[in-house]
């Protein structure tokens, strides 16, 4: 039975990654009649991660977030933008425990792995910048704990397979240049976006809430598209 279980969640899991990839072709490729509207690039950048709690002991951790984009112009003003990346969040913080008899300073890092897709949708509001907001879909492939008290060695902690929800839900909002990249540093163009989180990180109830959340700074570079007809 427990087999049966295993093998239904995989399935569940695949079919859902399946429908996701679906979803962003079906919106890219609908574009075949103005296929000049649609670009592509790379977009790389640092991250400040955090994990909500109900007891709120979390503190930011630096991490790193690396992948394609996928960009289409429904209008002057208007847009859609997906991307597929590799993204490091978790959390840091240090605590002291002060006793008459003892003073020592524990040290936690929480360390997690995610392939990110956000779809967000795009609108500018002057020449030079826009915002963008949408849902992000996210598939957890693994992370550790690492615990360090006092000068001890430090004790690291893989999760097992189990431990992590294998999907994250959450939100994306954001601000971006437009023109600036384009005209002015060769395709370039930065984002600044925040993700909250609204799915659990850890399956167990006995942790009570746990959500990832963070702020992104990325720069992205548009190349040409393949897709576009050259004029002969």
Do not use: W
Not at 24 to 51: E, V, Y
Not at 105 to 115: C, N, P, R, V
Not at 139 to 163: A, M, V
Request: glycine share 10%; hydrophobic share 35%.
């Amino acid at each position: 039975m427990v087999n049966l279980l295993s093998i239904k969640h995989i399935l569940n899991k695949k079919r859902l990654f399946s429908l996701l990839i679906s979803f962003l072709i079906l919106i890219l490729s609908s574009t075949n009649t103005q296929s000049q509207d649609l670009l592509f690039g790379f977009t790389g950048g640092l991250n400040l991660n955090t994990i909500y709690t109900d007891n709120d002991e979390g503190g930011l951790k630096i991490g790193f977030n690396l992948g394609g984009i996928a960009q289409y112009k429904i209008t002057q003003q208007m847009g859609l933008i997906a991307n597929v990346k590799l993204s490091s969040k978790g959390q840091q913080y240090s605590k002291v425990t002060n006793t008459p008899d003892n003073y020592f300073k524990t040290y936690h890092t929480t360390s997690l792995y995610y392939i990110d897709i956000p779809i967000l949708y795009q609108y500018s509001i002057k020449d030079i910048i826009g915002v963008e907001a949408g849902p992000s879909f996210n598939f957890c492939l693994g992370g550790n704990d690492k615990s360090k008290i006092g000068n001890s060695e430090t004790d690291i902690t893989k999760f097992r397979k189990g431990d992590l929800n294998p999907f994250e839900f959450g939100l994306v909002f954001g601000v971006f240049t437009r023109d600036l990249g384009q005209n002015a540093f060769n395709n370039i163009f930065i984002e600044f976006r925040y993700f909250l989180g609204l799915t659990n990180v850890i399956k167990s109830e006995d942790y009570g809430r746990n959500t990832n959340g963070g702020v992104f700074l990325n720069v992205c570079y548009i190349i040409e598209n393949p897709l576009k007809k050259k004029s002969k």
